[in-house]
């Protein structure tokens, strides 16, 4: 079945660029995504990629995609103490009913003064 | 605009006992989805909704039971509550399958002893 993994922990100087890194197993996958979840809340959508590009960037934040080695990571620039939340990434197959998003353990950031 | 409400916030619950997670959107999404979070092991789908009538097993959907009692509404019951069901319970929905954002509703944490 699928998998999802990443690191769970990233600790960053403010100022600095994050990287979080996910790697996935479903060769079907058609979108990743990235979710962050602030303490006590629910998930929100931060961006997305779709299988057939390598990069997306919006504003602070870029996404690489390595289709062949399965790889996905979202940079943060210039990391902010409002950046301090869990990372999730998530994958979408080709097939299947409604939006089954498979998660990874998600990646704790915490974001030093 | 209210998004996915989830009701009750919190709850604890004695081994054995029984109750229903609440879960509506008003955002007119034909999928609707309950997942479970856990320390280290990110989100797992418990069961979806692809539309309205229909309703299909995820990843873990031993011991519980789903409803969708029309569009806005996708409820979660457990019917004899486990310690293994303590856990943050989270309710989504998109609109369709696909590139398709999922919503997140806040969450309710549930402790069974």
């Known amino acids: 079945g699928e998998d999802v993994e990443q690191s769970l922990f990233l600790s960053v100087r403010e100022g600095d660029s994050s990287v979080i890194n996910c790697t996935y197993t479903?060769?079907?996958?058609?979108?990743l995504y990235w979710y962050k979840q602030e303490p006590g809340a629910g998930l929100q959508l931060l961006t997305y990629?779709?299988?057939?590009?390598d990069m997306k960037q919006d504003q602070r934040l870029t996404v690489l995609l390595n289709k062949k080695d399965k790889h996905l990571s979202l940079r943060i620039a210039d990391t902010q103490t409002g950046d301090s939340a869990i990372y999730f990434c998530a994958e979408s197959p080709l097939t299947g009913g409604g939006n089954k998003l498979t998660f990874g353990t998600g990646t704790q950031l915490k974001v030093e003064l | 605009n209210a998004g996915v409400t989830q009701t009750p916030k919190f709850q604890v619950l004695k081994t054995g006992q029984s109750m229903t997670l609440q879960c509506a959107q008003d955002?007119?999404?034909?999928?609707m989805y309950w997942y479970r979070q856990d320390p280290g092991m990110g989100l797992r789908l418990i069961y979806y909704s692809a539309s309205e009538g229909t309703t299909d097993k995820g990843e873990v959907p031993n011991g519980y039971n789903v409803s969708r009692l029309n569009k806005r509404e996708f409820s979660l019951r457990l019917e004899s509550a486990a310690p293994s069901q303590t856990s943050v319970y989270f309710c989504?929905?998109?609109?369709?399958?696909?590139?398709?954002?999922?919503?997140f509703g806040q969450g309710t944490r549930l402790t069974v002893v």
């Open positions: 989504a929905s998109s609109i369709d399958r696909g590139n398709t954002e999922a919503f």
């Open positions: 955002m007119n999404h034909n999928s």
């Open positions: 479903d060769s079907s996958s058609t979108y």
């Open positions: 990629i779709f299988s057939n590009m």
